[in-house]
């Protein structure tokens, strides 16, 4: 097992209380959530679909049931409360639920591209700020909506002053231009720090270089492959959260040993 994968990741940096999951998808990090101790688990789907799948796998992999400390919400979080439209894109025919997003321009994408053949339907959903939730002890909150970050953390600045969670974003520039500067610069105006593994180092999020590290990813079904550096998960915690960044260390303090173990002895 490999210690980088999120459903590793997430529970090692997750202590007692409320985790929440915001953009779930199909529920494999919600899942791996509600297996942390003395944790419950609040986990947000806005596509009807999407949130029907992730209930019924989730289930499944529970032996039958959704586990007792888990708690769905078939809603989208962001700045307000109120009605929104999210796209859900086809590459060459196939449904592809986890880009779907609420800023995306599919018909843009589609004009712009001759190497898949992209559309896109729309669905109504409901959109709140998580703040609405009065959630008194979040612990750690997971943020994977397609370019909608800025909104999601903007409706949590209540319950991040207040808990100061550790925060695990997807933040790229694919999905919305500028975002890796936008998003960052909100969670420093709430007293985070942001870091990023590389080469299975951890760095400081003042490394992070968008032109060298973000370089444009190809679309799926494209059958093209990834650039082979590309940073598109982060992980912020609150420069007085003296767990978080003990925590972080260890698990550095792992990612070298297994370097200097994989590496021949000197002659």
């Given at each position: ?33 509600s297996t ?16 029907i ?7 499944q992999?529970a ?24 796209a ?27 190497k ?26 997971k ?13 949590a600045?209540g319950?991040?002053?207040?808990c ?17 500067i ?13 870091f ?6 951890l ?17 799926p ?13 982060f ?15 260890e ?15 000197p002659?």
């Open positions: 097992m490999d210690i980088l994968e999120n459903s590793i990741l997430m529970p090692l940096l997750c202590r007692p209380g409320t985790l929440v999951d915001v953009g779930a998808n199909f529920g494999e990090c919600a899942y791996c959530l942390v101790k003395d944790a419950r688990v609040v986990a947000f789907e806005p596509v009807v679909q999407t949130f799948g992730m209930c019924t796998l989730i289930a992999a032996g039958g049931e959704l586990p007792a400390n888990l708690t769905v919400y078939n809603l989208g979080l962001g700045a307000g409360i109120g009605p929104a439209s999210i859900i894109p086809y590459f060459n025919g196939i449904r592809w639920e986890g880009r779907a997003s609420v800023v995306k321009d599919f018909g843009e994408m589609a004009r712009q591209t001759d898949v053949e992209v559309s896109h339907v729309t669905q109504d959903i409901v959109s709140v700020p998580l703040d609405m939730f009065d959630i008194q002890d979040a612990t750690f909150l943020i994977d909506v397609e370019g909608f970050e800025k909104e999601v953390i903007q409706g600045a319950t991040i002053a207040r100061r969670p550790v925060i695990h974003v997807e933040i790229e520039e694919q999905h919305r231009k500028n975002a890796t936008e998003v960052p610069a909100l969670l420093a105006s709430l007293d985070y720090r942001g990023f593994f590389l080469d299975r180092t760095r400081d999020f003042a490394e992070f270089d968008r032109t060298t590290m973000q370089k444009s990813p190809p679309l079904r494209t059958g093209e492959l990834y650039p082979i550096t590309y940073i598109g998960d992980i912020f915690v609150h420069k007085q959260d003296a767990w978080a960044l003990q925590r972080l260390a698990i550095a303090g792992h990612l070298m040993s297994e370097r200097f173990a994989a590496e021949p002895p002659v």
